[in-house]
């Protein structure tokens, strides 16, 4: 797999069938290593390893209804209530974040109210804080360490 735009994280391999497998952290199974799975467990070890998140509030692949369609999200990670405070889409290298992909994100956070969102292809990284009570983004440089910041109103 090609190096992506992250730092280098300590990924165990193995080979089933002719497949590559990659160890997922959380789902702790080894999963088939494609191009976007690849960008997902950067993202996943970024949120543990240099962000802090807690391992046991993070989720990956988790069905989410929305506006009765029932999709997937990539990953998203949960406040102490369970309620979505970072919402993370990830996409293959070679699919460019436009603003369909962005949309996409933005279409599941309807339904999931996360205070952050993330939108990466493991080359580019999008961040920003959603502002609810002025019905915007707010793009951010980086994403915030777990426990940084207040927790401003969602409404």
């Not at 109210?113 to 707010?138: E, K, P, T, W």
Request: hydrophobic share 40%; charged share 30%.
């Amino acid at each position: 797999m090609m190096d992506l735009n992250f730092p280098r994280y300590p990924f165990r391999f193995k080979s089933r069938e002719n497949k590559l497998l990659v160890f997922d952290m959380i789902r702790k199974k080894y999963v088939s290593l494609q191009p976007e799975e690849w960008v997902r467990q950067h993202c996943l070890h970024f949120l543990v390893t240099d962000k802090g998140y807690p391992p046991g509030r993070v989720l990956v692949e988790r069905k989410l209804e929305v506006h009765g369609l029932t999709k997937r999200l990539d990953l998203a990670v949960c406040d102490a209530r369970g309620q979505i405070e970072v919402l993370v889409e990830c996409k293959a290298p070679d699919v460019s974040i436009d603003q369909e992909v962005f949309d996409q994100i933005a279409r599941y956070n309807m339904e999931a109210q996360a205070r952050y969102l993330m939108v990466s292809n493991g080359l580019q990284h999008i961040f920003c804080q959603m502002d609810y009570r002025r019905q915007r983004y707010v793009f951010l440089e980086d994403l915030p360490a777990f426990g940084a910041g207040a927790n401003p109103e969602k409404g």
